[in-house]
């Protein structure tokens, strides 16, 4: 009888182990499930990164104005009859 209850506590014991400190353990669970919640946040983020690169393709193929305000301020363009006043500081 001794011997029986002597190997249940020890299956015990280690069941516990592994449960705490093991392999898939619980501790582990949390890490993961923190990780998935950061990777959701960060996909929100480049998701609405996606959309907001996909509104400027779709502006930029269909309106000129959007044409015109990247040629302004990348390239420093003027329309003819413009002046350009450029202030140094």
Do not use: C, H, P
């Not at 516990?16 to 959701?40: R, T």
């Amino acid at each position: 009888m001794r011997v029986l209850l002597g190997m249940l506590v020890v299956i015990l014991v280690v069941l516990q182990f592994n449960l705490w400190v093991g392999e898939g353990s619980y501790s582990q669970q949390l890490d993961l499930e923190a990780q998935v919640e950061m990777q959701k946040e960060e996909n929100v983020t480049l998701a609405e990164r996606n959309l907001e690169l996909e509104n400027e393709v779709l502006d930029l193929k269909t309106g000129l104005d959007a044409v015109e305000e990247r040629a302004r301020s990348e390239f420093g363009m003027v329309k003819k009859d413009e002046t350009l006043y450029l202030i140094v500081e």
